[in-house]
């Protein structure tokens, strides 16, 4: 069954790159942020670092949303193999160059922000809506689970060795996509509409609004958060991605289902719940679990959703880097709030911050109200009729078993009464012999 939901044949290349690309991603840039922190350069040299850091990610993905869409699967080899050597370059940073370390670092964040969208369209492309959420929920219950490897394997190695473990690991996702890609259709699809007319319309701003809020509240809050769990912070990371990656199959499921909206607004409602008690009870071993709990449910039901499947389900039938460049932005440059905002963290008062973002998570439920659902109704009620035939079919089986049952039964009785009928006569006839 789950071979047949998850279309593994059609699936394979697009579940590797994803898995490959997001695990990258989450690794590279925290040894960016090491590396970058570790030089002995001047707080705003740094900082200077940093921006273009962003700014690469930033241009690249609009550029690359462009052209990519052109020759996508060609384009994406490429991308591997610039991901492979931007990430082994990061060796090279030092504090004694620093116009070489902001070139290295520009080069770095173009190769990530430029494939990203078409590696989200390429899995959008090889799912349909009927089964969207369900691969999604199966890619990041395994980046959640590698990635819990892999910071076990970062936490032992030096800082060279983690940068060629992670060079090798973008390596292996080139050539096995490139294997795995082979026979790989692409589907057809038309031309995107321009930005501009994305921005303006009506679903799109209903999705995105929550969105981007989301993400700007959980990364502004990170260095607070840090600062309140302190050395336990680092146990609740590493847990959590546990949590995300039961979740995460669980909401895509779901999402396939009932449809995307409830799942996303469950995410949200949730979120608020988690930062309102935060707000309201004092930081202790009890809140770290609750915020264990909560924040891993949230995140495996957002991520799977709200991050590789609706933006795919907006596109439709059209190229769909750009839809997956709106809606991955948001979530590539929110990291920056944490750089700027982890200096003034500790003149933060920490009820006011999370009071603040349960308000404001709050309100960006009311969008979702009024949003469309991304899956089709056609979907949802070929789902409830399939599932209403189902249960029809197995009800008439136990009725025929029954029926079957009590036949056998009534027969049996039938040739019970039979046989004593019979040993009644035989019984007579013997009383008379004898």
């Not at 546990?242 to 607004?265: N, P, S």
């Not at 009071?355 to 998570?361: D, I, R």
């Not at 969008?367 to 079919?393: C, D, G, S």
Request: with cysteine; glycine share 6%.
């Amino acid at each position: 069954m789950l071979r047949d939901k998850t279309a593994l044949r059609a699936t394979a290349p697009s579940i590797l790159l994803v898995l490959n690309s997001f695990v990258w991603w989450i690794f590279i840039s925290a040894i960016f942020n090491s590396t970058v922190n570790d030089l002995n350069l001047l707080e705003t040299q740094k900082l200077y670092l940093f921006i273009t850091f962003y700014v690469g990610i930033g241009v690249a993905a609009i550029v690359g949303s462009k052209l990519f869409p052109r020759t996508r699967t060609k384009s994406l080899y490429v991308w591997l193999f610039i991901g492979t050597i931007a990430t082994f370059l990061l060796t090279a940073v030092s504090s004694e160059t620093l116009l070489i370390d902001i070139l290295l670092t520009f080069f770095l964040g173009t190769s990530i922000g430029i494939g990203l969208p078409s590696c989200l369209s390429y899995f959008a492309d090889s799912t349909s809506v009927k089964n969207r959420g369900f691969v999604g929920g199966i890619i990041w219950s395994i980046v959640g689970v590698t990635a819990l490897i892999f910071a076990f394997l970062v936490n032992m190695l030096g800082h060279s060795e983690a940068i060629i473990a992670l060079t090798m690991w973008r390596l292996f996702g080139c050539f096995a996509f490139i294997v795995l890609s082979r026979k790989h259709a692409t589907p057809a699809t038309q031309k995107a509409p321009s930005f501009l007319e994305l921005i303006r319309k009506r679903e799109i701003l209903l999705y995105l609004f929550p969105w981007v809020m989301f993400c700007f509240i959980n990364f502004a809050e990170l260095p607070i958060l840090e600062r309140e769990f302190g050395a336990d912070f680092v146990f609740v990371q590493l847990a959590e991605s546990v949590f995300v990656g039961i979740v995460a199959v669980v909401g895509g499921f779901i999402a396939d289902i009932a449809g995307r909206k409830r799942v996303v607004i469950a995410g949200f409602v949730m979120l608020g719940i988690e930062y309102a008690a935060l707000s309201a009870f004092s930081i202790s071993p009890a809140t770290l679990y609750l915020f264990l709990i909560f924040d891993g449910i949230t995140w495996g039901l957002l991520v799977s959703v709200f991050l590789t499947v609706i933006w795919g389900d907006l596109g439709e039938n059209f190229e769909k880097e750009k839809y997956y460049m709106l809606g991955g932005l948001p979530y590539l440059l929110a990291n920056f709030l944490y750089i700027v905002i982890k200096p003034y963290a500790g003149d933060i008062p920490s009820p006011t911050a999370f009071s603040f973002a349960s308000f404001f998570l709050f309100l960006a439920v009311l969008p979702l109200m009024y949003a469309p659902e991304t899956l089709p109704e056609k979907t949802i009620r070929e789902r409830e009729l399939k599932n209403y035939i189902e249960k029809a079919q197995k009800e008439a089986t136990k009725a025929q078993k029954k029926e079957e049952e009590n036949t056998q039964r009534e027969n049996g009785d039938a040739e019970v009464e039979s046989e004593g009928e019979d040993f009644k006569e035989k019984l007579k006839e013997a009383e008379k012999y004898y």
